[in-house]
């Protein structure tokens, strides 16, 4: 396959991974996250490499995109700082880096936002099951078959794939998604709403 039928292939198979997303799911997903904005509620994000990435520019389109054109106010974070995690990973251990910070900073009713493609990550898993305890609002994105995310997450955004690229590609769509879904329920008029 040359790079322009490369093009052709991923578009499509993109398209018809996000169309696999189950729209009960987002709705819920789009539910908790309003909630959590209006209610000031906490909302933690984490993932591994570029799903790691991704947590951050999670923060980015629902922190600063949603306070630069609505009244919302969200208390967004990745659990991504790197001092930090390389502390817990060298104190207590790489699958304890998000978990650790839950049990630190994590309160019933928040939520946790966990991104992970195979949905098997030892510390994706364990961040998870510590939200669980503590009774936060579990969201988890992945790929592949779910993985073990899939059966612990309140919430599960599944992009059915296998190639890497397009479910991270594809949870990037769905967060933007969400954003520009709740920039356009939440727009202010104090500014031009720019989606």
Do not use: W
Request: negative net charge; glycine residues 8%.
């Amino acid at each position: 396959m040359n790079v322009n039928e490369r093009l052709l292939d991923y578009a499509e198979r993109l398209s018809t991974a996000l169309q696999t997303v189950d729209p009960k799911q987002l709705a819920q997903a789009y539910c908790k996250l309003k909630s959590a904005y209006l209610s000031r509620r906490d909302v933690y994000v984490c993932g591994n490499g570029g799903s790691l990435s991704m947590s951050e520019n999670f923060v980015v389109g629902h922190g600063k995109g949603l306070q630069y054109d609505t009244d919302l106010n969200p208390r967004i974070q990745s659990l991504t700082s790197g001092p930090l995690i390389s502390a817990i990973a060298n104190d207590v251990g790489y699958d304890y880096i998000f978990s650790y910070q839950i049990e630190m900073k994590g309160n019933q009713d928040d939520v946790l936002i966990a991104i992970s493609a195979s949905g098997n990550s030892p510390n994706i898993i364990k961040a998870l099951a510590t939200a669980k305890e503590k009774e936060l609002i579990t969201i988890a994105f992945v790929g592949f078959d779910g993985g073990k995310a899939k059966e612990i997450a309140d919430i599960v955004i599944h992009v059915e794939e296998d190639n890497y690229g397009i479910i991270e590609d594809a949870h990037q769509s769905v967060m933007h998604i969400l954003a520009q879904s709740l920039r356009e329920e939440f727009h202010s008029e104090k500014k031009a709403l720019k989606l």
